[in-house]
């Protein structure tokens, strides 16, 4: 409940600070046993899982914090500050862009990089390179250590070498969608429609084709169609850098012995690719659009080829909208899939599954799963007096439902809600696996 009397702030305050100071505590005991947290000899930090407890740990302190601010700071400045945060979006942008990562990091970890080399090396007037760096500075992802010279942070270094994790943070095609997203929500005609092609995306770009429509017929001259067409597969690897080390870790995949794995939508299998190689005992089909296929006959000869010849993988084209091919599998396997699409749409897709699936059969859906305020009897709630939710550390699966809402009328789901759209496809939720990352995993059987 909101406080609203001095004795409620208050008495939050303190309950805040108490649980802040515990978890703190729990968060600096785990440091200290924990190698993911010791730095490599270059200064960058690893990325291995946390613990359970580091990562339930971080999660409380997120989510408290967000609440201190929003407790103790002036409500209208806080309004502001959000209402423009969309310029440290596109200052981070920027700097991506024009590389300052890589030249960061280039001198090393004792170093730091001029303001003025930094303008001479990426093209842009130093006087406003200078603000918009000194403005990610005030949000951690770089550091200003002595007067115009610059640093990257513990932030800053995921992208250092590494263009996946830069096109996953492109924002454009998603900023462009967002800017018709009032409008479109506000329009008569629109706001009741559950089609992909009466989403914000279209408002935004004069079409009545969805993004994968518009992006593999469009106008290949087209500036936003080659942005899309070029950053779209690696931002996939970017997002897959994220969430596949806890998708791998938090499931019992080694329980599934000799069982065959059907990725749905899979790309060109890189979550299979990683499953192969932990888990040698796994069978793998991997489906998708002709076009993917192709690529990803190269991509498993080049990373796994003695899967390929052991005959452990096949490479299948297929549109996961039509009849299912691979009948009785023991794993129906749909990462970043149904939250793409519609209710209704999602219904057909999994009702193509439900068909195909044997008694032992089960689906396996990643994806954001939206945790409530109040919570749900599926998930893991925070302790008081923070909501159900975490708080601020949900945010990030809510801005990605809004995501999904402007580019495909899609969605990431609450359990409940999930769990509707199975029932309506002739099944249930068994289990929800809560991961240490972005994604869970949902287990589905048949009624």
Known sequence: MPSSTTSDRVRTLRSLTRLLVDTSEAITKEW???????????????????????????????GACDMFINLVEDPRHRIQE?????AATKALDTTLRAGVP????????????????LSQRTGIDEGKLVRVMRLLCS??????????????????????????????????????????LPATLLDRDLTSSTSATDAAFQNAHGTKETLWDYTERGDKTNPNVLEIREMFPLSMVGEGQMSS??????????????????????????????????FPDLRFVVEDLPVTIEKAKSVWSAECGDAVEAKRVQLLSHDFFTEQPVKGADVYFLRCILHDWPDDDCVKILSRLREA?????????ADMVIHPPLGSMHLTSAPAPLPANFGGASAFQGMRDIFMLAMFNGAERTPEQLGAIANRAGLEIVKIWECRGPLSITELRAL
Not at 82 to 86: D, M, P, V, W
Not at 103 to 117: Q, T
Not at 157 to 171: D, E, G, I, L, Q
Not at 258 to 272: K, L, N, R, W, Y
């Open 32 to 62: 200290e046993t924990e190698e993911h947290h010791r730095p490599g000899l270059d200064g960058t930090p690893t990325f291995a899982l946390p613990s359970r407890k580091l990562y339930e740990a971080r999660r409380i302190v997120r």
């Open 82 to 86: 959000l209402a423009e945060s969309f």
């Open 102 to 117: 890589d030249i960061l990091a280039e001198a090393g970890p004792l170093g730091s990089v001029s303001a003025a080399e």
């Open 139 to 180: 949000s951690g992802i770089y550091d200003e250590v002595e007067h115009l010279q610059f640093v990257n942070t513990g932030v800053s270094r995921v992208f250092v070498a590494n263009p996946p994790a830069k096109a996953f943070h492109n924002t454009e095609p998603v900023v462009d969608a967002l800017e018709y």
């Open 245 to 278: 080390p806890s998708l791998l870790a938090d499931f019992p995949w080694g329980s599934l012995g000799e069982a065959t794995v059907v990725d749905i939508g899979g790309g060109v299998g890189s979550m299979c690719l990683e499953l192969a190689k932990a």
């Open 357 to 365: 699936m044997s008694a032992d059969s089960r689906i396996l859906v």
